[in-house]
């Protein structure tokens, strides 16, 4: 009986040596072998006849191994994409609770990997540094510890991230300190260090599943250098998505052979946003066409454009891409369930792929995340409701989407103050936010200028600030024939009827709001019954000097505008891309909104007042318009 047991014993533990500890990432299918009591029963028996017990457990061993290499291997593929900071179920903001978050999508998560019968691999796609006021105080008031959304990352379990362009906007000290704090590869093939050609971050990542292996390639969009300040991105070149895809799949395929290809692309599906097309090099937005371009890929997530995305392509060797993806703010996940079947080869051979996009508001937060992270979070309130002055009357946002608008004229303000500039350029950065009459905290600044920009001064002849505007103007204003027609310059689908959106019920807009830009400084009119290109008149500067077309003037732009974002310097004025660098003449060390609290703080009191420099006409064509618009964006 000794001998027996003793057997036994020995057993058991080449089983758990050679298995659990030489095949970790097997042991969900090794678990369902081990369900199979009619084969055990059998091979029990047999052997208990025999009385090899020690040959039983080699037997066994095999048994085990056939059917953990044999059966079906189910995958489930998650990818967050574009959550902008959303770590907790809570705006801090306007202090009210949120149906998304990624306390919300641990719960998903949990759940899935609960299941015994799938193995889950949890990725995400980028853009996660920017967007409130948590990653803002981590990547740049506490910055003596591991950043907060590291920490929560590496406790979700995440197997792989790429890089997005609003991660590379927080600067090298951010971004680099970041990456450092990850228990994950942070990917991104494309972005190299400049002059060597090798990349600066990880190309790919190899990820081992129930004896499969899944390579992940991040890509992120090339058309960083047309929003960013070089500083950000000091010592980094961005190369064209298609040309470093062929590359890196040709070597993945060559030193990894692996079962499937996964993209995680942080750019969007539409090659021809911002006049782009097929052929346009470092195009901004070449998922699709990667995938259509490049064979090899199984699944290719993308970001960028908070879209939401499920179908499919065929890549030039005809076969299947599912291309899949998020909206933002982790409102919803982006999930692949794939199927695979061990072929007589040896590898894994693709049953079938399936896509979908799960929301979050069906899920609550997790107990043992809210818990974890709940003093970090105490400590982020602490910082958001300081006081920083005393605002006299209520702003809104919703006015500069259809005019003059004292939000716009109070950040007009602040940057014609910090630079000294001429003229000042800026777009209401949100369009539904609000700042209340009376304290103003830290948390108010995030709705006043939701992005961290940096505040540029550049130079611009008065033909070049004239032809910025008209750009602007006709991208957001309609023709009007009379006073029955829009206001807005709407989307219009095939039939001549307006576009609606599918997540908020609201018309979609030809153009995003924040490309909505108007100037302060000089005087103006906008003439809404004219065609685009002829309908900005500017009668002199606000002071009372004549504006000269053929003069140089200094404007205050935002970074994102001052390196081409929104097409207004390159496309409108016509300035190539590669002389907007020596049009900057300063640049500040911080964002625009670290230098607005420090504005507020000087004065104490703030009384918004609007500027009165420029006006739509005609008037009455202006407030029926305005009137129609508001309704159809803001009453339902």
């Known amino acids: 009986m000794r001998k027996k047991n003793r057997c036994k014993k020995i057993t058991e533990s080449l089983i758990y040596l050679i298995i659990f500890r030489n095949f970790p990432e097997k042991r969900v299918l090794i678990i369902q072998a081990l369900k ?34 044999s059966q079906s291997l189910k995958l489930k593929i998650i990818e967050t994409s574009d959550v902008h900071g959303a770590i907790y179920p809570y705006n801090l903001i306007t202090e009210r609770p949120l149906n998304a978050s990624l306390a919300r999508v641990m719960s998903y998560v ?35 510890s591991t950043h907060l959304y590291a920490e929560v990352m590496n406790y979700m379990g995440y197997d792989a991230g790429s890089v997005g362009n609003h991660d590379i906007e927080t600067g090298h000290d951010v971004y680099d300190r970041f990456g450092e704090s990850l228990h994950f590869p942070w990917l991104a093939a494309n972005a190299t260090h400049a002059g060597s050609g090798d990349p600066y971050f990880r190309p790919y990542h190899i990820i081992k599943r129930g004896g499969a292996t899944i390579a992940v390639l991040g890509l992120i969009t090339p058309a960083i250098p047309k929003w960013l300040p070089k500083r950000l991105y000091a010592g980094i070149a961005f190369e064209d998505m298609i040309e470093s895809a062929s590359k890196w799949v040709k070597i993945i395929k060559e030193r990894e052979n692996p079962d499937l290809l996964i993209g995680l692309f942080h750019a969007g599906v539409d090659f021809t946003y911002g006049g782009e097309n097929e052929n346009t090099p470092e195009n901004e937005n070449a998922s699709q066409l990667v ?15 908070h ?13 299947e891409v599912l291309v899949l993806g998020t909206t933002a703010g982790a409102r919803n996940v982006a999930v692949a369930d794939i199927l695979l079947q061990r072929g007589k080869s040896g590898k894994f051979e693709t049953e079938s792929i399936k896509g979908e996009l799960v929301d979050m508001r069906n899920y609550p937060p997790d107990s043992a995340f809210m818990e974890k992270f709940a003093g970090n979070l105490e400590e982020v309130k602490r910082y958001v409701n300081r006081p920083i002055a005393e605002f006299t009357e209520t702003i809104s946002s919703r006015d500069a989407i259809f005019g003059p608008s004292k939000f716009v004229d109070l950040v007009h303000t602040i940057q ?65 024939r009379d006073e029955t027609d829009h206001l807005l310059k709407f989307s219009y689908d095939d039939e001549g009827s307006i576009k609606y959106s599918e997540r908020s019920r609201q018309p979609e807009l030809e153009e995003r709001y924040y490309n909505y830009e108007s100037a302060a400084g000089i005087d103006y009119t906008v003439d809404v019954t004219k065609p685009a290109g002829q309908r900005v008149a500017i009668s002199g500067f606000s002071n009372g000097k004549p504006f000269d077309l053929q003069a ?4 205050a732009v935002n970074s994102y505008r001052g390196n081409g974002g929104g097409g207004h310097l390159t496309n409108g004025a016509g300035i190539p891309q ?9 640049a500040t060390d911080k964002d625009l909104r670290y230098y607005m609290v420090k504005w507020f703080e000087k004065d104490g009191t703030v009384t918004p007042v609007s500027l009165n420099n420029w006006k739509v006409i005609p008037e009455n064509y202006w407030q029926a318009g305005m009137k129609r618009d508001y309704d159809l964006l803001f009453s339902r």
């Open 552 to 555: 140089t003037y200094r404007a």
């Open 307 to 319: 879209h939401g995305w499920n179908f499919t392509v065929r890549d030039s060797n005809g076969s």
């Open 36 to 69: 199979l009591p009619v084969v055990i029963f059998a091979i029990q028996m047999k052997y208990r006849v025999m009385k090899k017990s020690f040959l039983f457990g080699f037997t066994f061993l095999f048994v085990v191994l056939h059917f953990a290499y």
């Open 110 to 144: 949990r759940e899935q990997r609960s299941d015994a019968g799938q193995e889950v691999i949890l990725l995400d796609n980028g853009d996660i540094l920017q967007g409130t006021p948590v990653v803002y105080y981590y990547n740049f008031e506490k910055t003596d």
């Open 578 to 586: 590669e002389e907007l660098t020596g049009r900057v003449i300063n």
């Open 416 to 480: 014609l103050s910090l630079t000294g500039a001429d003229i000042s350029f800026s777009a209401p950065l949100s369009s539904n936010a609000k700042i209340e009459k009376g304290t103003v905290y830290v948390k108010d600044m995030f709705d006043l200028y939701s992005y961290e920009n940096q505040l540029y001064t550049m130079t611009l002849s008065g033909r070049e600030i004239r032809d910025y505007l008209e750009y602007s103007y006709a991208n957001w204003f309609n023709q009007m």
């Open 291 to 305: 995938a259509e371009r490049v064979p090899g890929f199984d699944v290719v997530f993308v970001g960028h454009d």
